[in-house]
């Protein structure tokens, strides 16, 4: 059986810049998958080719089963593949509920009830569905997109940086619904983490992305264990200057 999203040999560019430097993964169905890395290692790129908002410069990529490269992103919201983009990107003029209608306008049939399954995982968005999405904390223009991904019914979300400037508290609360959209839902996740520490907690699997490449995968207890991962994305050694020297000594990942 094939992976519900297999990625291939991935290269994208800006420019002269060559941003994905030949990256694959795969994604089984019913998992949460974690992309770790720092700023700039590309995270962001991956996300935005796999839901065709940026097109690869060479590779693949198949979503069940089918060739995805390049295609419209909106045929591929079609497929059931949502992507909520760093940053969250909410339309600040529109009410709630309209930003949620915008997740669903791949579709034509009654949404009524994808309205109140997101209502249901967000109340605070059922208080507020009238008021223009600009007025929303941070943390509830998160909630507010991941609730519009989720209006077009997708079998696989796409989170970049779901927990970006949130509070540690607000952050565990995002991850808890992920968490629960996943197992009530039966919604597949990838999501791209600076945070390691709650993504490998929430992960069942992560990939470990730096300047454009994998350079590590694993369960998550595994790479919980790894004394790379815990010196530098755990941060449990410190960063200081020895673990500096070491980075910059080191040859291999564990
Ligand atoms: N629009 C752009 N034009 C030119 N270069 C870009 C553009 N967007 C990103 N890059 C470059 O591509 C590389 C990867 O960027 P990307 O945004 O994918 O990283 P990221 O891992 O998401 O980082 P962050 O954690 O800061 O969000 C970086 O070197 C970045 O400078
Ligand atoms: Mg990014």
Redesign the pocket.
Known sequence: MTAMLEVLNLEAH??A?M?LRGVSLSVEEGRIVTIL?????????LMKTISGVMDPTKGQILFMGRHVEGRDPDAIVRMGLAHVP?GREVFPFLTVEENLRMGAFTRRDDIRADLDLVYDYFPVLRERRGQPAGTLSGGQQQMLAIGRGLMARPRLMLLD?PSLGLSPLLTQEIFAIIRRLNHEQKVTMLLVE?NAHVALQTADFGYVLELGRIVMAGSSERLMASEDIREFYLGQQGTGQRGQRRWKRRKTWR
Do not use: V
């Open positions: 800006y420019g810049i941003a890395g720092a700023n700039g290692a590309g995270k962001t790129t760093e940086e600076q």
